[in-house]
């Protein structure tokens, strides 16, 4: 389920990011403003990269939950094992 959640993320985080990265690509080649261009398409990929490894105050309950639940697997599979 969390990775649906994640998945459901990042796709909300490309839609900011993929048209600021598409308007850089066209300021850095087509008109040549290459200041702007590529400040856009490193915007475009921090905010990639943010969302993949910021841990936000939204995102604690979460991280938590999977925790919680992989200490719970790992102690239910060592004690059929024994």
């Given at each position: ?79 059929t094992?024994?």
């Amino acid at each position: 389920m969390a990775g649906v959640i994640d998945t459901i993320k990042l796709a909300a985080v490309l839609v900011l990011a993929l048209p600021a990265a598409l308007a850089g690509l066209e300021l850095l080649l087509v008109r040549g403003e290459t200041a702007v261009g590529a400040i856009l398409i490193g915007l475009a990929v921090a905010l990639v990269l943010v969302k993949r490894w910021l841990t936000l105050p939204s995102d604690v309950p979460a991280v938590v939950a999977k925790r919680i639940a992989g200490a719970v697997r790992s102690d239910g599979e060592e004690t059929t094992e024994k």
